[in-house]
C-alpha cells in the first residue's frame, strides 16, 4: 500500500499551484478541480533532482550485487567534480559549471544515472496514464528520502523503476531496467559538501586545479 508520506502531503498542497500554471482541463473541455496527489508527487521528485545541480556534496554508493564502489563529489560553486568508481578516479577539467551534469552522465554511463536522467523518468511518468506508482519513505545513510515504485509506464523512457531521493534531490537509491543495462545502486555514505583534501589524496598531483 502508498504510504501518505510527506511527499504526498507536500504534493496535496501544491496541486492547485500546478492546476493554476497548467491550466487543466477535462476530456469535455471543461476546467479540472483536482490534480492527483501522484501526477503531483512525481513532478515535486523530479524538480527536485534537478536541483541538487546547485548543491555541494558528496555521496558513496554500493552497486548492489557486482560490489562496485561509485563516488560522486560535486562543488558547482568551486567549479569541481569527481567520480571514483572503485579505485578509478577521473576528474572534471571544464571550466562551465552547467557542462557538470553532462559529464557526470558520461563517466557514470552503465553505474548509475544522474539525477536529471531520473528526473527526465519521473516527469515522463507524470503524464503517462497507464503508469502506476506508489509512494514511501525510508532513511539512507542518515538521510531522509522519498520513494517511488513505478511499473507499468508505457509513456516513460523507463517502463519501471524504483528511486529513493533525498530531502536536497541526491539519489539515495535506484533500481532499473534499462534494455541491457540493469541499475541496482544504493546510498551508503553522505555528508553536503566536498573535502578537496581527500580528492588530492585521489589523484596525486594529476588533479587538474579549476581555481
Known amino acids: 500500500m502508498p504510504t501518505r508520506n510527506s511527499l504526498h502531503r507536500r504534493a496535496a498542497l501544491g ?31 523530479g524538480e527536485r533532482l534537478n536541483g541538487a545541480d546547485g548543491h555541494a556534496y558528496t555521496a558513496a ?34 571550466e562551465d559549471v552547467e557542462e557538470i551534469p553532462g559529464w557526470l552522465s558520461g563517466e557514470l554511463t552503465g553505474v548509475l544515472p544522474t539525477g536529471g536522467e531520473v528526473s527526465e523518468w519521473l516527469t515522463a511518468t507524470s503524464g503517462d496514464p497507464s503508469a502506476r506508482s506508489e509512494f514511501s519513505d525510508t532513511t539512507l545513510a542518515g538521510e531522509l528520502a522519498d520513494c517511488v515504485n513505478v511499473r507499468g509506464a508505457a509513456e516513460s523512457p523507463v517502463g519501471a523503476f524504483e528511486v529513493c531521493v533525498t530531502t536536497i534531490g541526491v539519489i539515495a537509491s535506484i533500481t532499473a531496467d534499462l534494455g541491457e543495462v540493469t541499475y541496482t545502486a544504493k546510498l551508503v555514505n553522505y555528508h553536503d559538501g566536498v573535502d578537496d583534501a581527500r580528492l588530492d589524496e585521489l589523484a596525486g598531483t594529476s588533479r587538474h586545479n579549476n581555481e
Open 15 to 45: 496541486a492547485a499551484a500546478v492546476l493554476a500554471l497548467a491550466g487543466c482541463t477535462n476530456d469535455t473541455g471543461e476546467e479540472t478541480d483536482t490534480v492527483s496527489e501522484d501526477q503531483a508527487a512525481l513532478v515535486e521528485l
Open 61 to 94: 554508493y554500493l552497486v548492489e550485487g557486482t560490489g562496485t564502489s561509485v563516488l560522486l563529489a560535486v562543488d558547482p560553486e568551486a567549479a569541481t567534480a569527481a567520480v571514483v568508481v572503485d579505485d578509478r578516479p577521473e576528474f572534471w577539467t571544464g
